[in-house]
Every structure is written in structure tokens, then in C-alpha cells.
């Protein structure tokens, strides 16, 4: 998959466990402002891992020396 469609995924999900934090952990604006702020921050976190991760291995900057009995 395309590095778009999953940073799409990575929206989605974070949508959705913005919406399943207000909805389960409803104690009050403050409460809810802190829990979304975690959400969101957590999903940033993820994604910029993954996609860390997603172009070290599209494009090395080491490239592998061979010896020349290989």
C-alpha cells in the first residue's frame, strides 16, 4: 500500500478513537480536552514512526558494499 492510503488508515483511526475517548470518558470539558489532546498526540507519534520507518526503507542512505566473492 501507498504511503497516502495508510497515513488515510491513520487518520480514520485516529478519528475514531478521538471519538471513542470523548464518548467513554465523558468527566467534563477539561477531562475530555486532556484525553483528546493524548488521543491525538499518540496517533501523531504512531504515524511518524511508521512513516519513519516506511522511507528508511524506500530509499537507504547507506547502500550495501558487496565483496567481490559474492
Known amino acids: 500500500m501507498g504511503f497516502l492510503i495508510i497515513s ?4 480514520m483511526a485516529g ?3 478521538s471519538l471513542a475517548a470523548r464518548i467513554c470518558c465523558n468527566k467534563g470539558p477539561s477531562a475530555n480536552l ?3 489532546t493524548l488521543v491525538i498526540t499518540a496517533t501523531i507519534c504512531c504515524w511518524m ?10 530509499k537507504p542512505l547507506i547502500v550495501p558494499i558487496l565483496s567481490e566473492g559474492e
Do not use: C, G, N
Not at 8 to 11: E, N, Q, R
Not at 49 to 58: D, E, G, H, R, S
Open 34 to 36: 486532556f484525553h483528546l
Open 8 to 11: 488515510l488508515i491513520f487518520t
Open 49 to 58: 514512526m511508521w512513516a519513519i520507518v516506511y522511507l528508511a526503507q524506500l
Open 15 to 17: 478519528v475514531i478513537a
